[in-house]
């Protein structure tokens, strides 16, 4: 961070902080919580089922009340600047609403589940796009007692390194945890343990007060799975797919100037992790990498298309450690798209900007799938392994054009690209009829009724309380 970036950073910090604790104050609420860790571990010996029971009783006896004239106090916990757009209508709901007093705490130590980058990302995120924040070494939800506090992800592995927004610890101090679900989710029938872990088992999903989903599978799936049951997990809808329906996007210059008038074809390439789905196989939910770098290439050189790659934001750290490639093929691979007059990399900017305009897609299993099928444009979906989705996102898929899998990605990329240029699009009136049952009724007002449904939640709290 530069000096004066840095110096606007504490500036906003200090207008938001009412006082600074002295070193007896310190000690003293540093004593406080280590006496409480040392409870809660003690707790955790008899097992996750008990410790969770217990924080959801302490919580109920010490929740933070909203007073009479306080504004409700929500901070939003960032940690990844891809994931905002999980968050964005609803954060920009609260943020507009006089009730509401709105903070973001950037979670700005490195982590390895997102390699330093994610984290560096999001800084950068917050500070071009002017949204006042505050670093987590200077957070002091104690003293500031927040009613919400609004989670990007669940993983309690990522908040080892972050404790005192650790989700457990926040429902212990009394305030109430809320997490959007951010991706597309998987189903428990492949490799059930590992799935159901990652899905309902985190402090972040089972100890939310409120959870946001976009179906009712995914609630159905926390009632069978979730040990504290699934009564906090209400369907609103995913607040990510308000931007297209809000407010016409353009397209990045630099993208345009590449394009020249040409059709869009976007291609999305997701980091290679199994998800714990396909144990044993040595495969994963990604095609290997070299058949997509050859893809990219036929794809470079087809001069009636112009192509924008999107890498997934951890796709060359994780790429690098599991051995599915090396540095100078992914340096080879990035500087030729960089270099051809019929291909542009996604590297500034939202690519939310970018996906209204895109005439087809190419995609790996990534949570961006639903945002392409919202767009109803043919999409190419490849996977290695194919993993078990939940029964609404399965049926989405059905108005994909499938790959063949491993070996094949190539003549599939042609395949696709035939078809394209004749016109040809089988799956279109399955895509319309699949759209109007999962997507016609996004408004652009997702994000604005999850908003309003937490305000009224804590109002109603308040009023059976007092």
Known sequence: ???????????????????????????????????LERTCERIRFYGQRTYMEMVNLHFELHKIPLLPGEKIRIDFLCIAAYLWPVWQSVYEACLSDDRVQVRVILLDRGHSFLKDAACTDAENFLQQHNIPHIPYDD?????????????????????EEFRKVSP?????????????????????????EVIT??????????LAWRSFVMHEDIQKGYFRNCRTGGAHVHVLGHPRFDVYA???TSLPKYIDEVRQGRSLLFYNIHHPSDHGCCKG????????????????????????????????????????????TTV??????????????????????????????????????????????????????????????KPFVEEITTSFYH???????????????????CGGDPLAEKRQRIWNKYFGACDGRIGQRIAEHMLTALHTEKDTTA
Not at 139 to 159: C, E, G, K, L
Not at 173 to 180: A, F, N, Q, S
Not at 197 to 206: I, K, P, R, T
Not at 403 to 421: M, S, T
């Open 403 to 421: 790959g063949r899998g491993r070996g094949h990605a190539l003549k599939d990329v042609k395949a696709f690209v035939r078809q394209l240029r």
């Open 197 to 206: 872990g990652l899905h309902y088992h985190n402090y972040a999903q089972s």
């Open 1 to 35: 961070m530069t000096p004066s970036a840095k110096s606007a950073s504490t500036t906003r910090h200090n207008k938001t902080s009412k006082f600074r604790l002295s070193s007896l104050q310190h000690s003293l609420l540093e004593q406080a919580a280590s006496s």
């Open 168 to 192: 457990d610890l926040v429902k212990l101090r009394g305030t109430r945890p809320v997490y959007i679900s951010y991706g597309i989710e998987y189903d428990e029938a492949r490799n059930t």
């Open 281 to 324: 196989t040595g495969q994963s939910h990604s095609l290997p990498i070299k058949e997509t770098v050859a893809s990219l290439m036929y794809l470079a050189e087809q001069a009636d298309i112009c192509t924008v790659v999107n890498l997934h934001p951890l796709f060359e750290a994780w790429a690098l450690e599991k051995g599915r």
């Open 328 to 389: 100078d093929t992914l340096k080879q691979m990035k500087e030729s798209i960089r270099h051809s007059p019929n291909a542009a990399l996604l590297e500034t900017g939202d690519y939310r900007a970018v996906l209204p305009h895109i005439s087809a897609f190419i995609s790996d299993e990534s949570s961006l799938l639903l945002e392409m099928a919202f767009q109803n444009r043919p999409l190419l979906y490849f996977y290695d392994e194919p993993v078990s989705l």
């Open 139 to 159: 957070y002091t939800p104690d003293i500031d007692r927040p009613h919400i506090a609004m989670y990007q992800f669940p993983y309690n592995s990522i908040y």
């Open 246 to 248: 809000q407010r016409p």
